[in-house]
């Protein structure tokens, strides 16, 4: 399974906007990919909420997951967004 922790770069955590950004990334991944705090649950990251039940703060870990074959690069390519807090979805995603 590839895992990847990363820490959220939005200030105001994963709900409203940024939750709705990462859902859609998540999804474009074409991949099934989980998503859960660090000792949690871990929810469907194309699930709006899912991620918004999770109640992910501003610099809370989160663990990115999945079993898929091309899991890899789709996990780096979403823990890049969470990370950075991106506004808008890249090109790339």
Do not use: Y
Not at 36 to 51: E, Y
Request: hydrophobic share 45%; charged share 25%; net charge negative.
């Amino acid at each position: 399974m590839a895992e990847r922790r990363v820490n959220v770069g939005w200030a105001e955590g994963l709900h409203a906007r940024p939750a709705s950004i990462f859902v859609r990334a998540a999804t474009a991944s074409g991949i099934p990919v989980t998503i859960a705090k660090t000792d949690g649950t871990p929810v469907n990251a194309a699930s709006m909420l899912g991620v918004l039940g999770l109640g992910a703060k501003g610099g809370e870990e989160i663990v990115l997951a999945s079993e898929a074959e091309g899991a890899d690069s789709a996990l780096d390519r979403l823990a890049k967004l969470v990370a950075e807090g991106l506004e808008e979805l890249p090109e790339t995603v």
